[in-house]
């Protein structure tokens, strides 16, 4: 089984910053890749980014690319999530998933991980 936790989430002002961390349980962590997910009041959760399990490959939603960055630390059970020049529009509360299964291509699908944490609120004020 594996657990994740979510922290970092908070209030900022548009064009500020915040840095998400998720600190999973368990000492195969290194084996999954990792994904990050939003939901915004009255929508679905949606895809955010991804890194594989090395961290040597990561994918991000058009919304995000260029302002947010997923990175890991395999030693210290760790993602993260680096979001700048927030937008009113990245108000959501984020999640943490994990993939225990290889896959040739990083899962942008909610159905592709197995193991979610329970979410931080990000909120950006205008």
């Known amino acids: 089984q594996v657990q994740l936790v979510e922290s970092g989430g908070g209030l900022v002002q548009a064009g500020g910053s915040l840095r998400l961390s998720c600190a999973a349980s368990?000492?195969?962590?290194?084996?999954?890749?990792m994904g990050w997910f939003r939901q915004a009041p009255g929508k679905e959760r949606e895809f955010v980014a991804a890194i594989n399990w090395s961290g040597g490959s990561t994918y991000y939603a058009d919304s995000v690319k260029g302002r947010f960055t997923i990175s890991r630390d395999n030693a210290k059970n760790s993602v993260f999530l680096e979001m700048n020049s927030l937008k009113p529009e990245d108000t959501a509360v984020y999640f943490c998933?994990?993939?225990?299964?290889?896959?040739?291509?990083?899962?942008?699908?909610?159905?592709?991980?197995?193991?979610w944490g329970q979410g931080t609120q990000v909120t950006v004020s205008s």
């Open positions: 998933a994990a993939d225990r299964r290889f896959r040739l291509r990083l899962g942008v699908a909610q159905s592709e991980y197995d193991y």
């Open positions: 368990g000492r195969t962590f290194s084996n999954y890749a």
